[in-house]
T-cell receptor
Framework: KAGVTQTPRYLIKTRGQQVTLSCSPISGHRSVSWYQQTPGQGLQFLFEYFSETQRNKGNFPGRFSGRQFSNSRSEMNVSTLELGDSALYLC????????????FGPGTRLTVT | KQEVTQIPAALSVPEGENLVLNCSFTDSAIYNLQWFRQDPGKGLTSLLLIQSSQREQTSGRLNASLDKSSGRSTLYIAASQPGDSATYLCAVRRGRDYKLSFGAGTTVTVRA
């Protein structure tokens, strides 16, 4: 069974631009979560989707948004990029997002210059 | 707010020694706890998942224990190998908030 895939793997953007990251969960998984990882803050929760509904959102500004499609694939968007948005963005999937195991993708490395 | 702490932040051991990694959390009302491994620049690999009703889980050389009442989990890695060098993260899921709260990780170096 294929794992969680994320595209693109690497991205370089300029301040003020916007970016869209994509995540394809493991087949059959309906919950997708997004996390931001930085050396200073560690892993921080961005949001979680289940059956196209956002069930929880982390403490990030409104520039960070996401959505989930009917096939459970998810995208996150960051508008008006800032230098501090440079990070590894990780996506995780699970069957239902409650007591089940979370599986992470390889991440998208975003660099903002 | 759930706080997750991992001590020590870094650990260096000779090959063959057993590893003991600690994780503590402030809110004992958790659904489960999961241990992950992360290699530099890579994603997270799930190692073990312990549900709140369980006391331990084992997989090969790995054994993880959970003491909810004291807010602690320990990951044991037997007979360490250089390939075990990585950062180990613990994460807890608290109630129906649909998210994991992570510790900062313990970076392990196993010397050949």
């Amino acid at each position: 069974k294929a794992g969680v895939t994320q595209t693109p793997r690497y991205l370089i953007k300029t301040r003020g631009q916007q970016v869209t990251l994509s995540c394809s969960p493991i087949s059959g998984h309906r919950s997708v979560s997004w996390y931001q990882q930085t050396p200073g803050q560690g892993l921080q929760f961005l949001f979680e989707y289940f059956s196209e509904t956002q069930r929880n959102k982390g403490n990030f500004p409104g520039r960070f948004s996401g959505r989930q499609f009917s096939n459970s694939r998810s995208e996150m968007n960051v508008s008006t990029l800032e230098l501090g948005d440079s990070a590894l963005y990780l996506c995780a999937s699970s069957l239902e997002g409650t007591t089940d195991e979370q599986y992470f993708g390889p991440g998208t490395r975003l660099t903002v210059t | 707010k759930q706080e997750v702490t991992q001590i020590p932040a870094a650990l260096s051991v000779p090959e063959g020694e057993n590893l003991v990694l600690n994780c503590s959390f402030t809110d004992s009302a958790i659904y489960n706890l999961q241990w992950f491994r992360q290699d530099p620049g890579k994603g997270l690999t799930s190692l073990l998942l312990i549900q709140s009703s369980q006391r331990e889980q084992t997989s090969g050389r790995l054994n993880a224990s959970l003491d909810k009442s004291s807010g602690r989990s320990t990951l044991y890695i037997a007979a360490s190998q250089p390939g075990d060098s990585a950062t180990y993260l613990c994460a807890v899921r608290r109630g129906r908030d649909y998210k994991l709260s992570f510790g900062a990780g313990t970076t392990v170096t196993v010397r050949a």
